[in-house]
């Protein structure tokens, strides 16, 4: 490898679950794609213990919630310590909890590669040079330095990202105002705190991750960031957690201990030429509802099959800035939640009358709605322009019976591929696709049994491979849908207008 020169469409740099997913997306989307990663071997640690109804959604648009067995969703959660039932909302829950990050990054690998991406660990990113047509990389191996050339770069690599220091995109915000801590505590049962509790000098949580194992958090009111680089250790855990519960636990044993802060920063753009962002790399906040990780994937899903059509060929001018143009708003939105909570449930005593209000406002139901549907990341709706109302939401899980046979709006979206569900039976709806064979599966359908609000009413719908709509039509003649195929899956020839 250290002579050699490996040519791919797109490098990602970071085989976190971002990276990964993005990975996947890509292979889906035809493009080849290599992946590079520090760590030899993955942690096995795991910050994130689930995803948002919104990125579960996302992986079930891929077929791949059965790799995680069968995922329980809570449908009580919380916004900045005030619980509620998120469930008044249609669609929305609290999560998928009791995954651990590690599981998250397991499964994805094993898709990514089955698709065929190659990951190499061990393979330390250590600068680049974007060209005009093209970008190389540096690398670090175990056989000595490397250089890998794409068409395009993703930095996947977290909060302290070398690709996004070596292309100079800026990444400002609100630096980190206090300490917090989290451990995985063995053999001691310690009560269930699954939501966090607020006490008199801060707050904890807990909650038991497997058999004897309890994963708690600390969050001390007043502790300042550390000042020095040194690992967090148990005895700091112990020591804050006695602090606020009166229990001590600094005999136990521990599988992990690290610790986290309030910063907040978002990159000024998640593209720079052929260079782009993903993830922590763009974006990072309080952990708060455990939106982290799942907005990353979230990311990824947006991302991969725009870079995908970009590399290939396949791509109308501009589609590949809609990256940008939709995600740095619906991160910009996570970080103002997560902001928003961080004051309410970890502020201090002066917090107090503003956890009051919110309490006071949650009885609304329209509260509880908003709320939820931020946090859930349901309620992301990319501006395209206007239209119907639905043009740029995400469509809904749907069961849906045609000619031939029940299908659903997720399992039609397992290829990664455009929908276009003609709900009316009109021929020349298909007839106005029929150029895009090749990159939209058209479907005639209806939906199935229950209430389907959303679709009542509806002539043709197109969605988008992130399942987002990107055409809605109530009324029979298909106004608009060329222009939409065109925009969203590019443009086609004389030859591939043609079905085999």
């Not at 799942?294 to 059509?309: F, H, P, Q, R």
């Not at 058209?442 to 055409?471: C, F, K, N, S």
Request: charged share 25%; glycine share 12%.
């Amino acid at each position: 490898m250290a002579d050699t020169e490996t040519d791919t469409d797109v490098i990602v740099v970071g085989a976190g679950p971002t990276g990964l997913t993005l990975a996947g997306e890509l292979r889906l989307g035809g493009a080849r794609v290599t992946v590079v990663e520090r760590l030899a071997e993955p942690t096995g640690q795991s910050r994130g213990l689930g995803f948002t109804a919104r990125a579960m959604e996302a992986f079930d648009q891929r077929g791949l919630l059965p790799r995680f067995g069968t995922p329980e969703t809570s449908p009580v959660g919380h916004f900045g310590g005030v619980r509620f039932d998120y469930t008044v909302l249609p669609g929305a829950h609290f999560g998928a909890r009791g995954i651990p990050q590690s599981r998250t990054e397991a499964v994805l690998e094993e898709w990514a590669v089955e698709l065929g991406a190659v990951v190499h660990r061990g393979w330390e990113f250590t600068g680049l040079e974007a060209g005009d047509s093209a970008v190389e990389i540096t690398v670090r191996t175990p056989e000595g330095p490397g250089r890998l050339r794409a068409a395009n770069l993703v930095g996947a690599d977290g909060g302290h990202s070398r690709v996004r220091e070596a292309a100079g995109i800026a990444f400002p915000g609100t630096p980190a105002v206090r300490v917090m801590y989290l451990a995985d505590v063995v053999g001691r049962k310690l009560r269930p705190r699954p939501l966090g509790e607020r006490l008199e000098h801060g707050m904890v949580m807990a909650a038991p991750l497997s058999d004897g194992v309890d994963r708690i958090i600390v969050c001390p009111d007043g502790a300042p960031p550390r000042e020095d680089a040194e690992p967090v250790t148990f005895a700091e855990v112990a020591d804050a957690w006695r602090r606020l519960t009166g229990e001590d636990i600094a005999d136990a044993d521990t599988e992990w201990v690290s610790s986290f802060t309030d910063a907040t920063r978002q990159a000024v753009t998640y593209r720079a030429g052929r260079v782009l962002l993903a993830g922590d790399a763009a974006h990072i906040h309080l952990p708060a509802g455990g939106q982290g990780m799942s907005t990353g994937i979230l990311d990824a899903v947006n991302l991969g099959w725009k870079l995908a059509a970009e590399v290939t060929g396949r791509a109308d001018p501009g589609l590949l800035d809609t990256y940008h143009a939709e995600r740095h708003p619906a991160g910009a939105r996570v970080l103002l939640n997560t902001r928003a909570q961080g004051t309410v449930f970890l502020g201090g005593r002066e917090s107090d009358p503003l956890r009051a209000l919110f309490a006071e406002l949650i009885a609304y139901d329209d509260v509880k709605r908003h709320l939820a549907g931020a946090v859930s990341g349901i309620d992301v709706r990319y501006d395209l322009g206007g239209g119907h109302p639905l043009t740029g939401g995400r469509v809904a899980p749907r069961a849906l019976v045609g000619p031939a046979g029940r299908t659903s709006t997720a399992r039609l979206l397992h290829p990664a591929r455009g929908v276009l569900l003609d709900l009316a039976d009109d021929p020349e709806i298909r007839t106005a696709a029929a150029p895009w064979h090749d990159r939209v599966t058209v479907t005639t359908a209806r939906p199935a049994d229950g209430p389907y609000d959303e679709l009542a009413g509806l002539h043709a719908l197109l969605i988008r491979p992130d399942g987002h709509a990107a055409w809605v039509s109530d009324a029979p003649g298909g106004e608009g849908l060329t222009d939409a195929l065109h925009r969203w899956f590019g443009p086609v020839t004389d030859r591939e207008a043609a079905p085999a």
